[in-house]
């Protein structure tokens, strides 16, 4: 199994160079006249090589890793995203004029477009084909977890052909939620060593990640017949783009958490330019949203006469208290007498038009001062109140990690869970929260943005 996934691998590299190459080749005959440039003939392997790197340091040809449909299309971009920066940079040398650089924004969209297109040709068929067999390693919550996700799903991404647990008797079955029945394999020694090693694409590991230390035998197997071995919690958020704080491992995961705020601490590339961008965003964003902003208040004073804006504390980075600006969409009210969260948007409070200001999200305008100062971005968890910290923090396992990041007017929780305010709603947004934490992208965030102004043109607010 793992010889025949190397071969294919090596398969769609060079099939990828070759045809590369020939696309480049091409493409010069095309704009230049020559199919070969005599002074750099190796040119077209060279600049081909180079975006076959780009693309394999972010695990373009690993075949075997549990992927979504869009992985493909997904790296490509990021990649041409990569190639247009390189691009903007060399505007600085004299020599490069603007239609030098259009020819090769083109020849390097072509180029990645063909790598898509060829990719998918040859690899989609491996990436998602049915049947993909994997076994579960532990038959704990977190294995019933990962089995309900992906039993949940229409198209289910894998087929479960057991469970390896030394808990339970060997032809045992285990039921899960959803009354589906897996038989148990065996034990640990069982594990990836018997004869349904040869017919699994897959192994889930259920137990924390101690049992690498405890149970080696079984990560060396893996390795030497050539089958991935993942995390549960690894896979759940694969398919549901979300972590599981109740069934995830404690030890690793503040591991992980503590790296996590220590790169935000430091400079980086994304941090600058997220931050960069924020503050330009902010400026702006008060600019144009003034126009708007300016008849609300009209509307807003003749359906409830009182104050403009809503100013309440809430926590920020680093668990730092500060003040939240909102145009008021309620009638005025004692706050020690009503919940800190209404449950619904349907709250006797809410005015007229404060009802339409929430639905086009107009009443979150002013926010772009908390923007422009840096309490917030525009993308990330939605700041709470201190009072549903400090109880949310108590009951909720994880709950302090929202603070590593600044919060945002939108976030991952926002596009993907419908508004609430009980406890398992809180830990329902925190699950998307801390994924959106610990895979933060300009691509992630591009994708937010669109989801959220697809929310606002459709009045979907709440």
Known sequence: MGKKRKRLERLL??????????????????????????????????????WLLLLYLQGFFRLSAVRRRSYVAVTVLKTWAYALTLMMAARFFPKVTGSYMAINLVKNSTLLGFFAF??????????????????????????????????????????????????????????????????????????????????????ISARDRRAEEEDFEVFARAEEKGIPLVYSDEVVQTFSRKLPVFHMDKEYYYYLFRLIREQEESITLYGFVSRVFNIILGLTGMILSFPVILPAVLFQQIDDPGPVFFIQHRTGLGGKAFPIFKLRSMRLHDPEKHPLNPLSGEDPRITRVGRIL?????????????????????????????????????????????????????????????????????????EYDLYYIKNRSILLDALIAAKTLGTMLKGKGR
């Open 13 to 50: 590299f060079f099939s990828l160079l070759g045809g590369g190459v020939f696309a480049v080749m091409l493409f010069r005959q095309l704009f230049s006249g020559e199919l070969i440039w005599d002074k750099f003939p190796h040119y077209y392997v060279a600049y081909t090589g180079v």
């Open 118 to 203: 060829l990719t998918l040709l040859f690899g989609l068929p491996i990436y998602a084909r049915k049947g993909r067999k994997a076994a579960l390693w532990g038959s704990g919550e977190p294995a019933l977890l990962v089995i309900d996700e992906i039993l949940s799903r229409r198209r289910r991404p894998l087929e479960l052909v057991g469970i390896y647990d030394e808990k339970k008797k060997k032809g045992e079955a285990v039921r899960t939620v959803s009354g589906v029945e897996l038989p148990v394999l065996g034990g640990t020694k069982d594990c990836l060593a018997d004869d349904y090693a040869s017919g699994l694409d897959l192994l």
């Open 358 to 430: 929430r639905k086009l999200r107009i009443d979150e305008f002013p926010q772009f001062i908390n923007i422009f100062l840096g309490h917030m971005n525009l993308i990330g968890p939605r700041p709470e109140q201190p009072r549903l910290v400090a109880e949310y923090q108590k009951e909720i396992p994880f709950y302090g990690f929202r603070h590593i990041v600044r919060p945002g007017i939108t976030g991952w929780a926002q596009v993907n869970y419908d508004y609430g305010a009980t406890l398992e709603d809180a830990c329902r947004k925190l």
